[in-house]
């Protein structure tokens, strides 16, 4: 019998470019194919679209899927996605372009080829490409993420891609019990470390909210505009949150896809009147005004790289009575890493102190240490067992940790590494 082969072309060792090629025989697939989202965008290695027979899509987010269009400058590879992830991505990658175009191979062309070829997977439908079966499940990490369920060569191959098991205001948390498998290539963006309990962090998170707010004050939510936004939303309203709250940015545009394919969401109607008891910003004139209110804005970008998030940081990050809350992961060198680290920020091409209260709630949609560790435990059989999309030192650390507690065969791969199941 012929071997399943796995190859990292990205995401190894690393948190960005995600992108693994699945082979057996007569068939190769991709499962995801992202970017490196830095100054100029990194992509993963490359693999010859002749070679490849389909791609298979397991969230939007750019680390993921921002290369993909690169299959269709002179192609039309089958997409393989569920309906909320497909129209996501379409979001995402045409803002990349729109911002990243002068470094991009491809154009909006692309894209919209990209978007013919996709092919729509319901969660739990078993599809079939040359003689690979597989299965998209839910990963928990942000509307339409997926576990990736391969079959092929006699063997089973699970992809965790970003996942989440805990079940938050706006999603349900992924199950890891699945039947036997021979291998599972699992993610550890935060395999050393502990998130706050949910409950506990919402909590901290409303009280801190209102008491600015009841205060006079105006906080600032930087938020990604796809997940965050919508989560941060569910969180206020759930909690019965008394004051202005508005939204501003791509969030728009992601929040219309998600209302429409409610069946990937915990609560449809929780984040139904979440978006409909916020303002929506209507332009500059509105937005200026909205800054000098004592209220929630939610904006994006989540780590102040762009967006109307600036502006707003420019007016109220200046007076101490307000705040700037981040409720995301901030990557080195990202205006909100400086502005968690140092209280300072790029304010009109100059670099100002911050007077406004900084906070920061880990509302993370990924799993934390103590649920990667719960979620290895539960896995069915004795896979091989490969460490990704993490820093280095996570990934050695969650091996270390596989092996010795679990006895599992592990392995923290670098990119270009080969291996057969």
């Known amino acids: 019998m012929s071997q399943l082969q796995i190859r990292f072309l990205g995401g190894a060792r690393e948190v960005g470019r995600s992108a693994i090629?699945?082979?057996t025989e007569n068939t190769q697939v991709l499962l995801d194919y992202g970017v490196m989202l830095d100054r100029t965008p990194g992509f993963p290695m490359h693999i010859p679209p002749r070679e490849v027979d389909a791609i298979i899509l397991s969230h939007s987010h750019l680390d993921h899927s921002g290369a993909i269009p690169f299959f269709y400058i002179h192609g039309k590879k089958p997409l393989y996605t569920n309906k909320m992830s497909a129209e996501l991505n379409q979001l995402l990658i045409s803002d990349f372009i729109h911002l990243s175009s002068y470094y991009?191979?491809?154009?909006?062309?692309?894209?919209?080829?990209m978007m013919k070829n996709s092919k729509h997977v319901d969660y739990g439908v078993e599809q079939t490409i040359g003689d690979i079966k597989f299965q998209l499940l839910n990963a928990g990490h942000i509307p339409g993420s997926a576990q990736i369920l391969i079959e092929a060569e006699g063997k089973k191959l699970l992809y965790t891609g970003d996942f989440n098991t805990e079940d938050t205001k706006l999603l349900k948390g992924a199950k890891m019990k699945h039947d036997d498998l021979d291998a599972v290539i699992i993610e550890s963006t935060y395999a050393n470390d502990e998130h706050t309990e949910r409950s506990e962090l919402e909590k901290k998170f409303i009280a801190e909210t209102t008491d600015i707010v009841?205060?006079?004050?105006?906080?600032?939510?930087?938020?990604?505009?796809?997940?965050r936004s919508q989560e941060i939303a569910c969180v206020l309203t759930a909690h019965h949150f008394e004051y202005p709250i508005t939204i501003d940015g791509m969030i728009r545009g992601a929040n219309t896809?998600?209302?429409?394919?409610?069946?990937f969401l915990r609560d449809p109607k929780l984040l139904k009147d979440a978006l409909y008891s916020a303002h929506w910003i209507e332009g500059w004139r509105d937005r200026r005004k909205t800054a000098k209110k004592p209220g929630v804005i939610i904006s994006t970008a989540g780590m102040l790289k762009g967006g109307?998030?600036?502006?707003?940081?420019?007016?109220?990050?200046?007076?101490?009575?307000n705040a700037v809350f981040l409720v995301s992961y901030?990557?080195?060198?990202?205006p909100g890493r400086q502005l968690l680290d140092k209280g300072i920020c790029v304010i009109d091409g100059k670099m100002r102190k911050i007077t406004a209260h900084v906070g920061h709630f880990d509302f993370s949609s990924h799993c934390g240490a103590n649920e990667l560790k719960e979620a290895v435990k539960e896995l069915h059989g004795t896979p091989k067992t490969y460490v990704v999309h993490g820093a280095e030192r996570n990934c050695e650390l969650f091996v270390k940790?596989?092996?010795?507690?679990?006895?599992?065969?592990?392995?923290?791969?670098?990119?270009?590494?080969?291996?057969?199941?």
């Open 257 to 263: 896809i998600m209302m429409n394919h409610g069946q």
């Open 104 to 113: 991009l191979p491809f154009e909006y062309l692309e894209l919209k080829s």
């Open 401 to 421: 940790w596989i092996k010795k507690e679990l006895g599992l065969k592990a392995k923290a791969p670098r990119t270009g590494d080969t291996f057969k199941i």
């Open 308 to 321: 109307p998030s600036t502006f707003y940081i420019s007016k109220i990050g200046k007076n101490v009575h």
């Open 21 to 23: 090629a699945v082979k």
């Open 214 to 227: 009841e205060r006079g004050g105006t906080v600032l939510v930087p938020a990604f505009g796809v997940g």
């Open 330 to 334: 901030q990557i080195q060198g990202t």
